[in-house]
């Protein structure tokens, strides 16, 4: 049993990603990437996956059928630095525990600079309750309202933030 794939997949049925057109997701490792689960589970969902090279390299290689394929479109480039434009949703898997205050700011204006109002930022983090408040204040003080969380186990939760 592949504990990756089954995560992904929880996640993937935890959240209603059908709404979206368009998504960009932030991989760290190809472990971690939930684009091809959300893209097998709904069709009209086009993806762009945003990594290094090696991390694209390996993806690529383990792209699951050729629908998935004609879908996804791959990018060298971290979303600490900017966002794509024109997505609806932005999925950042293991971010806010792994940074700094000082580099989640960052990144968060980076998307408060680049992306529509109105559009979404996924969080999938292992967050505690005294997390989610600085987290939330954070999120706050820069330009986004957080909308939605939604409890995937005992620890995992997923984040939606929304640019106001």
């Not at 629908?67 to 806010?96: M, T, W």
């Amino acid at each position: 049993m592949n504990v990756s794939l089954d995560l992904n997949s929880t996640i993937v049925n935890s959240y209603d990603f059908s709404q979206f057109i368009k998504i960009v997701e932030l991989v760290e490792d190809s472990k971690s990437c939930i684009s091809f689960e959300i893209l097998k589970n709904n069709p009209k969902i086009n993806a762009l996956i945003c990594s290094s090279d090696d991390v694209i390299t390996e993806l690529k290689a383990n792209i699951p059928n050729s629908d998935i394929d004609r879908r996804c479109e791959f990018f060298n480039h971290s979303l600490f630095e900017f966002a794509p434009l024109g997505f609806q949703v932005y999925i950042l898997k293991n971010v806010l525990l792994k940074n700094d205050s000082e580099k989640i700011v960052s990144l968060l204006n980076n998307f408060h600079r680049s992306v529509n109002l109105y559009a979404r930022l996924i969080f999938i983090e292992e967050i505690s309750k005294l997390d989610q408040s600085s987290f939330f204040d954070l999120f706050k003080a820069n330009g986004f309202l957080k909308t939605n969380i939604i409890p995937i186990d005992s620890k995992l939760s997923i984040i939606e933030v929304l640019r106001v």
